[in-house]
């Protein structure tokens, strides 16, 4: 794995995905190579304010001509958000990564590999699907939003999981788009209906992680949840970003995630 730099950065392009949410590309010149899961801590804007950069998963991290293009999906909820959304194209910035460890593509040993996202965290798990269906591997794919204008990336996430043969399932809290109900109910069902799973990775807010974790926990499936605990540095230092694991012991989520095995977590995400 390529060892972090800071990486000098310009805006490719800002693009609206949702009513809250846009795509932001950034081009650098130096080589960015990051897996699924991985993440970059990325500068706001010019001004000294907001001091502090914040963490992004990455979406997708391509090579074209002689640099490389960084792809993120942004949910605009406070200062720095929204002053990456104005961003214009050409703006300078900087980006921290790659940051943190990925999620575990390859080596499974039976049953189908699950990927399932929430809201925002589909940029990890959209990267994933599109590694998977390039490296051919087949894996089933759940995305769930409150309603079907937040659901996104669709046709993409239809061609990564056509490509190996796998299943698409939305979900939409309200119904009006998929199955209705929560995304973790979806994978409750197709188990129940037999489907042998054989991992689970999965990003989303933090109620649709704990609800996989105690699926997981109580059907004994091997999962992984990526969490997004607030970060400061995402280098190890500021001690922000501690998760509790299974031990009792208080790790740096930055460093030692931001993806974890549920076997590996404390109560929090298992109860
Ligand atoms: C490893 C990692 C990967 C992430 N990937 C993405 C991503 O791909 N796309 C994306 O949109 N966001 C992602 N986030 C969350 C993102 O970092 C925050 O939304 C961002 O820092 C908010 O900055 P702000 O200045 O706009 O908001 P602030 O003004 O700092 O905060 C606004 C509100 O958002 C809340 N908030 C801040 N950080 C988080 C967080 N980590 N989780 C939940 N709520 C938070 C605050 O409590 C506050 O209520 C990720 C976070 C981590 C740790
Ligand atoms: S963000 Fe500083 S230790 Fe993780």
Redesign the pocket.
Known sequence: MIARRDLAARVASVEDLTRTCFRLELTCREPVVAVPGQ?GMLR?GAELD?LLR????FAGVRQVGEGWVVE????E??????LLRRLAPGARTSLLAPL?NGFTLAGLSGGRLALVAGG?GL?PVLFAAEVLAAEGRPFDLFFGAARASELYEIDRLAAATAAVGGELGLCTDDGSRGEAGVVTGALERRLAGGREIGRVLACGPDPMLRALGRLATARGLDAELSL????ACGVGVCLG?VVELEDGSLVPSCKEG?VFPVRRLGERWRS
Do not use: D, L
Not at 228 to 231: G, K
């Open positions: 993440f706001c907001p914040r963490a992004f998963s993120m999906h942004i949910k909820v406070g200062k720095g958000t929204t943190g925002i940029p997004e605990e607030p970060m970003c931001p």
